[in-house]
């Protein structure tokens, strides 16, 4: 139940194109759901978070689109840039008096070409 | 500026050689968190402080254990490395007093184990 499925395991998408990528949980206590970035040698970088009471949030490129009923997730990245190329890490956590745990997806390698 | 600092960045340790990693913060975050991370895996955690407080994850091996002597720093430490521990190690914080909430990554330290 603390599972989080992410989809693709890999990607390519071309330079200027919609990158996918989805999760789903089945756990209905998480309350928080964060997307990371990590590139190669470095630590993941949160790229953007949702909580479950949007449906969806963008920032820039960056979009998140959350279906509770469903218990899915998703990041859409809009006119995709060599420089996106990483691994995507979807994750989530629930509220636990500051002893909060990130379940990790697990991990979505983006490729962008030319 | 950096804020979540982990040294060194690489060690190499001999088979059941101890060996401690570091990890301090500038962010005068409660929460500090320890993840190992294999090759094309997503983060796995070992353990995580709240304040003084440790928790350990039920799977973490006992050859591993970490001390916190103040908020800002944290130590990893592996009594004796087998093989199968080289891996990136990466030390993570959050502020921990308002729910989940983003966790800040230092670069990770690469553990090789000749």
């Known amino acids: 139940q603390q599972q989080v499925k992410q989809s693709p395991q890999s990607l390519i998408v071309q330079k200027g194109g919609i990158s996918i990528i989805n999760c789903a949980y089945e756990?209905?206590?998480?309350?928080?759901f964060p997307w990371y970035q990590q590139f190669p040698g470095k630590g993941p970088a949160l790229l953007i978070a949702i909580r479950p009471d949007v449906s969806e949030k963008k920032e820039g490129r960056f979009t998140i689109s959350f279906n509770k009923s469903a218990k899915q997730f998703s990041l859409h990245i809009m006119d995709s840039q060599p420089g996106d190329s990483a691994t995507y890490f979807c994750?989530?956590?629930?509220?636990?008096?500051?002893?909060?745990?990130?379940?990790f997806g697990t991990g979505t390698r983006l490729t962008i070409i030319p | 500026d950096a804020m979540v600092i982990q040294n060194p960045r690489y060690q190499v340790t001999q088979f059941g050689k101890p060996v401690t990693l570091s990890c301090s913060q500038t962010l005068n975050h409660n929460v500090m968190y320890w993840y190992q991370q294999k090759s094309s895996q997503a983060p796995k955690l070992l353990f995580h402080?709240?304040?003084?407080?440790?928790?350990n994850e039920a799977d973490t091996p006992d050859n591993f254990q970490s001390r916190r002597p103040n908020t800002s720093f944290c130590f990893l430490d592996i009594r004796s490395p087998g093989l199968g521990d080289a891996a990136m190690y990466l030390c993570?914080?959050?502020?921990?007093?308002?729910?989940?909430?983003?966790?800040?990554f230092g670069p990770g330290t690469r553990l090789t184990v000749t």
């Open positions: 994750a989530a956590s629930r509220s636990n008096f500051g002893n909060e745990k990130l379940t």
């Open positions: 993570a914080t959050s502020r921990g007093d308002r729910g989940p909430d983003e966790q800040y």
């Open positions: 756990n209905t206590a998480f309350d928080y």
């Open positions: 402080y709240y304040d003084k407080d440790f928790n």
